[in-house]
Each structure stands twice: as C-alpha cells, then as structure tokens.
C-alpha cells in the first residue's frame, strides 16, 4: 500500500494493545453487554429464594416446556439441547429458551429482507430454453433447480464460464487483474477483511477506480469490528470515495440478532464477472502469513450471465438498509461478446437465508448424497452435523457409494475439533473415509460428485453455515471445470492421512471430554 498516499495512509493499521481493547468502541460495547447479562442473572437469583415454595409449579412448568418442545417445529438436534438445558435450569433455561425464540432484534431484518425478496423476485427471469434442456438431459437435475428456484428465485444459466481456483493464491491473482478490468462498479461482500498485504493491493485498485469514475461498493461482517478492522472503517473509505458498511454492527444492547453473520464472500465486477468460494480478504487467506500450518482453500470465477444472481444477492443484503432499492441498472447490464459463451454444463448460484424455515444449503448437499452413483468427495473446515446430515453422509456410504472427507490437520479452534471427532466412529462404522489434512487448515467447502456435478461456496459442514448465517454458492452440473475440482480433491487427499478407529480410541482424553460435554449445546454454539 502507498502510505504516501493521503487517502490510504488514512487506513493504515494502528497498533492494537491492551488500551485499544478496554476503551475501545468494542471495548465499551462488550462491557455493557455483560452488564446486562449479569442484570439478568441477578434478577434471576434475587427471586430464588422463593422457589423453594413453588418446586410443584416448577415441576408443571417444566413438563409444559417438555411437552411444547416435542411437539415443536425446531431441529431434533436442537430439541435434545433445550431439553437438557430447561430440565438442569426449568426457569432460567426456559427463558434463555424464550428470548432466542423471540426474535428480539432482528423481526425488522426478517420483514425487510422478506419484503426486498418479494420484491426482486422477477428480477432475474428464468430463460425456458435452458430450463427445457436440463429437464430433458437430467430430470434429478431439474428437480433440484426448481426447488432451489422456489426457494430464492434462483435460475439456472447454461453457457457460463467457471474457472476453479485450488487456493487463494489463484483467486487474487485473478482478482487482481479483474478488478483493474473494472468500468461500471464493483460490488464486494465479505466475512473478514483484514488489514494486510492482500487487502493493501485490493484497496489501491479500489482507489484507483474510484479516481476514474467506477463505482464501488463494500459490506463486510460486524465481527471484523473485534479483530480484523476498527469501527470507523467505513468512514475511512468513504474518504477514498468507496461506499462501505458493516452488517450488524456491534451495539450495547443484547439482542438475538448477533446469532446471524453474514458469511458470503462476493465479489461482482460490471454484472458479468462474480467471484465467491471460502477465501477471505486477508494474508492467511493466500498464504502470505501462516497461522494454521498451510491455508488450504478453494474458489470459483463465474463469467457471463450467471454473474446477475450474485449481483441481486448482494444488492438484496446492501438494501436492508436502504429506503429506495437499487436493482435494475446494475441487473440489466449487457454481455461482452467474449464471455459467457461456453457451451457445456449448467450453474446455478444461489443463497441461503437463516431468517426462514429453508435449509437451502444442507438441502442441496443432501440432494448430492442422496443422487451420487460413485461418489461424493467433501473438504470443510468444521464437522459439526445435525441428526439429517449425519445420517445422509451414512446412508450414502451403507449404499456403497464411496465418500470421502476430508478436515483439518491443523485446527483453529479447539472446540470445534472436539466436535468433529464425535461424528468420526459412527461415520466410519457406516463406511465414510475421513482424511486429515496434515500441511495445515482446510477451509474450503466443497462438494464434488460422480465427475458430473459439484458446490464450491462459503457453507461449511457445521450448524453455523447450515443454520445460523447467510451464506452462498454455486452449484455445478457438467461445467468444464468439474474435473479440475476432482483432481484438486485427489491431489489434496494425497497431503491427509486417514482417519483411523484406532486414532480415535487413541484420541486425547482431553479432547474426547470436551467433545463429549459441548456436544450437548451444539445447536447453541
């Protein structure tokens, strides 16, 4: 970055000691959120004294939470949690039960999204040509294209160009040279950006462009606020001329709608270039810095006009905010002659929404299992399943298809390993090959399948991705780049070691105990 530059030395990072964190903006913003939860809990407590009075209505009370549990509509998994949480805590459980239900927080995000969602639906029209010849080439194929089209007005293109990148290193690289192509706008929506080399270059593109007339747009998590980025970021760039925003930024008031991040990585270049896959804007992303061993990760490249629908994702999630959304200009952009000609295989890029009842990502990696003849070959970074997809993964394996996943060698957090290695012996009982990737960190999701169909995106195999955060991907059929994505699988298989039952028996006590215990608030995590 050109710290001689007055507008970016304006984002150069600062240093971050123990001062920043206690009097920060997120410093503040915590304090009074735990404020808050020890006013809870005091309340609580200030009235305990008269439990011991009402034991036989807690007891009623309880078996009411029980019965209205069983018969509700929440995940089985989440169930057993609750179930154990209200039967420890009947009262303070059954109000933690309450609150989460509640939507304290996020009912506004829910009905504008919703209201955004219905609005935009006939934005991108499905051309009938293309929905008539996957219908007759593959009518499984057509099934899941309807239902991931009923569920987010989400078509499926034919004649788009995908090029597959097997590490972060290949996505910049190409990011780079798409962005200074950049003559209309630039659209990027991401989990993390953190300060760095990788970000450095991007920005000075971004300036740049700014300088020359395009324009550009950047949505990044809230949570980068604790880490990545001080709050004031946005209005750094907007100095530059880039307009920015943060998604659920940090507030001092407790509210359900922290439970939902948005997870995506989007970049959208002109309506006609998108990019998504797991990698971050940050140098452990590429490479540049190592934090977890080797950064293992994938991403897609998707030209032509398959390119729209990332362009209504992010613009449905940019006006949540906003009063007078924007779509039509920057969807009814025209094709350059050169892109988007390719002649073989479909995709379907899509979203996932937390705020409804539609599973859409855990759905479509199901409906993977569920088809695949030969096999279905999985890398995520976090394996923490939920009763439906445990059982998908098995009963794929028991029908002799041949599945493979593989994890990390090196995590980055504990506790998710934990978690993931009390899946491994009933996996493995059923027939499921799990593989560990000894360089380092797995983080790329994907899943590829029979040579013919593959999802490279930002959902992880855990209840974070499959529940708990928008999210996005691309879905595959017969595109050229399907074979590239299998070598990738082969090639990164041949770093991992297997899994074995006596590795697991062999596993430390320590890590077998806190799996054993965080299993049980799995859905809550």
Request: a neutral charge; one cysteine or more; proline letters at 4%.
């Amino acid at each position: 970055m050109d710290t001689n530059d007055n507008g970016l030395s304006l984002l150069k990072k600062g240093q971050k000691g123990f001062f920043y964190a206690v009097f920060s903006r997120v410093g503040i913003m915590m304090v009074l959120l735990v404020l808050q939860a020890l006013f809870l809990f005091m309340a609580f407590f200030r009235f305990a004294q008269f439990l011991p009075h009402v034991l036989g209505s807690t007891a009623v009370f309880t078996v009411f939470m029980v019965l209205y549990l069983i018969n509700s509509r929440i995940d089985p998994t989440a169930k057993i949690t609750w179930l154990i949480v209200i039967m420890l805590l009947p009262v303070f459980g059954a109000l933690l039960f309450w609150y989460t239900q509640s939507e304290v927080g996020h009912r506004s995000l829910r009905k504008r999204l919703e209201t955004l969602i219905d609005e935009t639906k006939g934005k991108l029209v499905q051309d009938p040509e293309v929905w008539e010849e996957l219908a007759q080439e593959s009518p499984g194929e057509a099934s899941l294209a309807r239902y991931i089209r009923r569920r987010g007005s989400y078509p499926v293109f034919s004649h788009a160009e995908v090029t597959y990148f097997p590490l972060g290193e290949d996505k910049f690289e190409e990011m780079l040279k798409q962005l200074k192509a950049a003559r209309k706008y630039i659209f990027m929506e991401y989990f993390i950006i953190g300060e760095g080399l990788m970000w450095g270059k991007i920005l000075e593109i971004l300036a740049q462009k700014v300088k020359e007339g395009v324009e550009v747009r950047v949505m990044y998590d809230g949570t980068c606020e604790f880490s990545t980025l001080p709050y004031n970021y946005p209005e750094k760039l907007k100095k530059l001329g880039i307009a920015c925003k943060m998604f659920a930024p940090v507030s001092p008031f407790l509210s359900t709608h922290y439970n939902y991040r948005d997870h995506r990585k989007i970049l959208v270049i002109d309506g006609h270039t998108a990019f998504t896959g797991g990698v971050n804007l940050a140098d452990e992303y590429i490479n540049h810095i190592e934090r977890f061993g080797h950064w293992k990760d994938t991403a897609v490249m998707i030209r032509g006009e398959a390119a729209r629908s990332f362009t209504l994702m992010f613009l449905q999630m940019w006006n949540i905010t906003e009063r007078a959304p924007e779509f039509d200009s920057y969807l009814q952009v025209d094709m350059p002659a050169e892109i988007g000609r390719a002649d073989n295989g479909y995709v379907i890029p899509f979203g996932d929404c937390p705020l409804d009842e539609d599973r859409l990502g855990e759905r479509v990696y199901m409906d993977i299992l569920n088809r695949a003849g030969r096999y279905v070959h999985i890398m995520s970074p976090y394996l923490i399943l939920d009763g439906e997809m445990e059982t998908a993964l098995k009963f794929a394996a028991e029908k002799g298809v041949d599945v493979k996943l593989i994890l990390p060698g090196i995590p980055d957090k504990p506790m998710p390993y934990a978690l993931a290695k009390t899946h491994y012996r009933a996996l493995m009982d059923s027939g499921v090959e799990i593989y560990e990737y000894t360089p380092g960190f797995v983080h790329a999701k994907v899943f590829v399948s029979d040579d013919i169909r593959a999802v490279v995106g930002t959902i992880n195999l855990d209840y974070r991705s499959l529940y708990h955060h928008f999210e996005c991907a691309s879905y595959l059929y017969r595109t050229g780049c399907i074979g590239q994505i299998e070598e990738d699988f082969q090639n990164t298989l041949a770093k991992c070691r297997r899994v074995t039952p006596e590795m697991v028996k062999k596993e430390k006590w320590t890590v077998k105990l806190q799996g054993f215990l965080m299993k049980t608030i799995a859905p809550l995590l």
